[in-house]
């Protein structure tokens, strides 16, 4: 029976610090030979929070758009992620390619969908940006409140990246 490698998780959206963080898991998946798995979350509180909901008087074309969107985002993220994994793969030659780096998409919040990937999948290290895509609107600097909060409860080591 083959063990599993150790294998490292990567919140992935596309923001800078994303990108400075699948950076730093793919130079610590090299050095100590594991793989990394990308996770790109879509949000589903942004189509509208789950209280006001019940105030949207026609709740089937509601549902239908959200559907739409989801599906949009879901296959604009395949295509976007299908190419950054190519080019890790590319760039790691010595890897076993198809084993190195992967892919998944999830739909939820995305604190509780890295904490329960993280435990469905067995991860051994988080390597995430410290704050997401809302740093770049507030023109803030610091942790962001789902960096902090997987830091805090993650089952697993978690490198913050600035």
Not at 95 to 118: N, Q, T, W
């Amino acid at each position: 029976m083959a063990t599993l490698k150790p294998s490292i998780l990567v919140p992935y959206d596309a923001t800078e610090l994303s990108i400075k963080a699948l950076d730093k898991a793919v130079e610590i998946a090299t050095n100590m030979d594991y793989t990394i798995l990308l996770l790109y979350i879509i949000d589903d509180a942004s189509f509208c929070p789950s209280k006001m909901e019940k105030f949207i008087s026609n709740q089937k074309d509601f549902e239908k758009a959200k559907k739409y969107f989801v599906n949009s985002i879901r296959e604009g993220a395949d295509k976007h992620l299908i190419q950054l994994v190519n080019k890790i793969k590319e760039k790691n030659k010595t890897k076993e390619k198809e084993s190195f780096v992967r892919y998944i998409i999830r739909v939820g919040h995305p604190a509780d969908e890295i904490l329960s990937v993280s435990k469905d999948r067995n991860i051994n290290l988080i390597v995430m940006g410290s704050s997401g895509s809302l740093k770049k609107r507030h023109n803030r600097r610091g942790v962001g409140s789902i960096s902090r909060w997987i830091s805090e409860v993650a089952s697993c080591p978690v490198v913050l990246m600035r």
